[in-house]
C-alpha cells in the first residue's frame, strides 16, 4: 500500500480508501502532489512553500507528498495554468493579473498606483477585495487558498537610460507579462511593450529582444536580472502578489482533516513569505548598486497623471464594474 500511486489509486478509488492505515497506524503516502512556481528556488515564495510542504508531510505522517516545481520547470504562466485546471498540476502560485485571462475581475489589485504601501495592499487583499475575487476565482473552476503572497511593488530596469520622467517611458522596448492589464498601462504611457514569459525574461533582455521590465526588487536580485540590466528606477507603479490556486478535484480528494492541515500551512507560510519578501527588499538596494544597477527615484505623481490623461482609470473602471471597483477604492481612496 505504501508506494500505491495515485493514478492505481484514483482508477480505485471506488472500491479502496483513499488513504490507508498501516501497521504502526501511520498513513500510507497515497497523494503524491505537485507544486508549481515561476520563480527561481532562491525567492520567499519557494522557500516559504518548501517549508510549508515539510511540514504538511510531517503533519499527515507522509500521506500528502508534494514534490516542489519552481523556476517554470513545467512550463510558462498560461502552459502551467492549463494544467491546474486540468489537473496535471495540483498546486499553482500565480500573479492575478495572469490569471485575469480566466478571471477578469483578478486584475483589479494591478492598477496603476492604486495602493500607497504593502500594508494598504494586504489589508485589500486579506479583506473585501481578496473575498471578492476568491469567489470569481471558485466560480470559474478552481480553487485560491485565503491568503495571498507577496510579489511586491514592481521597479522598471533598462538597458538603456534611466526612467525618470513619464516622457522616459516613450516607445520604450519593455517585457511585460501576459496580461491585458500590463498592455494596456504600458500602452498608455506611450511605450512598445512586448509579452514574453517570465522564464524566457532573462534572455530576452540578453538579446535585446526587448530593453527593459518590470518587476519588485527580490525578483530582479534572485533571477539575476541586474546582469543584462544598467538602471532600476524606482517607480512602484503597480502591486502585485501571488495566489495559491488548487485543483479543486485534487484538494476535494483530500480527507478533510489533511485539507485542513493544508490551509493552516499555507496561510502560515504566505505570512512567513510576506515577512521574508519585506526583510530580503529592505537591503536590495544597496546590494544590486553592489552589482553594478544604477538606481533613481522618481516622483509617482506624474506617472499617475499621466495615465489619468490617457483615460486608463476610466477604461478600467467600466471594465472591472462598479462593485468591484467602489471595493479597491474603499481601501485605496478615489481612483477615479
Ligand atoms: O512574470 C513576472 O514578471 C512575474 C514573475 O513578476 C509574475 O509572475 C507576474
Redesign the pocket.
Known amino acids: 500500500m505504501k508506494n500505491i500511486s495515485r493514478r492505481g489509486l484514483l482508477a480505485g478509488a471506488s472500491a479502496l480508501p483513499l488513504v490507508a492505515i498501516n501497521a504502526t497506524g501511520a498513513r500510507a503516502a497515497s497523494f503524491h502532489y505537485k507544486f508549481a512556481t515561476?520563480?527561481p528556488p532562491e525567492h520567499p515564495l519557494n522557500t516559504s512553500n518548501a517549508a510549508a510542504i515539510a511540514r504538511i508531510k510531517a503533519a499527515t505522517d507522509g500521506a500528502l507528498d508534494i514534490m516542489l516545481y519552481p523556476n517554470s520547470q513545467l512550463g510558462t504562466?498560461p502552459a502551467m495554468l492549463n494544467q491546474v485546471r486540468s489537473g496535471a498540476i495540483q498546486f499553482f502560485?500565480?500573479?492575478p493579473?495572469?490569471l485575469s485571462t480566466l478571471v477578469p475581475t483578478a486584475a483589479i489589485n494591478g492598477v496603476g498606483f492604486a495602493f500607497a504601501n504593502e500594508a494598504q495592499a494586504f489589508k485589500a487583499m486579506d479583506g473585501k477585495l481578496g473575498a471578492l475575487v476568491r469567489g470569481e476565482i471558485e466560480k470559474a473552476g478552481l480553487f485560491a487558498f485565503d491568503k495571498i503572497y507577496d510579489?511586491g511593488f514592481?521597479q522598471i530596469t533598462t538597458s538603456t537610460h534611466p526612467i525618470k520622467t513619464p516622457d522616459d517611458l516613450h516607445n520604450l522596448r519593455i517585457?511585460?507579462?501576459?496580461?491585458a492589464l500590463?498592455t494596456s498601462m504600458f500602452t498608455d504611457f506611450g511605450s512598445a511593450p512586448t509579452t514574453?514569459?517570465?522564464n524566457e525574461?532573462y534572455t530576452g533582455l540578453q538579446t535585446h529582444l526587448v530593453d527593459a521590465?518590470?518587476?519588485?526588487l527580490a525578483?530582479i536580485s534572485t533571477?539575476k536580472l541586474y546582469e543584462v540590466q544598467k538602471y532600476c528606477s524606482m517607480t512602484n507603479h503597480m502591486w502585485?502578489g501571488?495566489w495559491l490556486l488548487a485543483n479543486p478535484a485534487a484538494f476535494n480528494a483530500l480527507p478533510a482533516d489533511i485539507q485542513t492541515i493544508a490551509k493552516r500551512e499555507f496561510a502560515r507560510a504566505a505570512l512567513e513569505q510576506r515577512v521574508a519578501v519585506a526583510k530580503l527588499t529592505s537591503g536590495l538596494e544597496t546590494s544590486l548598486k553592489g552589482n553594478g544597477l544604477i538606481f533613481n527615484n522618481t516622483t509617482p505623481a506624474a506617472f499617475r497623471a499621466k495615465l489619468a490623461s490617457s483615460g486608463f482609470y476610466t477604461t478600467w473602471k467600466a471594465k472591472f464594474g462598479d462593485a468591484a471597483w467602489s471595493t479597491l477604492e474603499g481601501y485605496t481612496g478615489t481612483l477615479a
Request: glycine share 0%.
Open positions: 515561476n520563480l504562466d502560485t500565480l500573479s493579473l495572469i510579489n514592481r517585457r511585460v507579462p501576459p496580461a500590463w514574453v514569459s517570465f525574461v521590465q518590470e518587476n519588485p525578483i533571477a502585485d501571488f
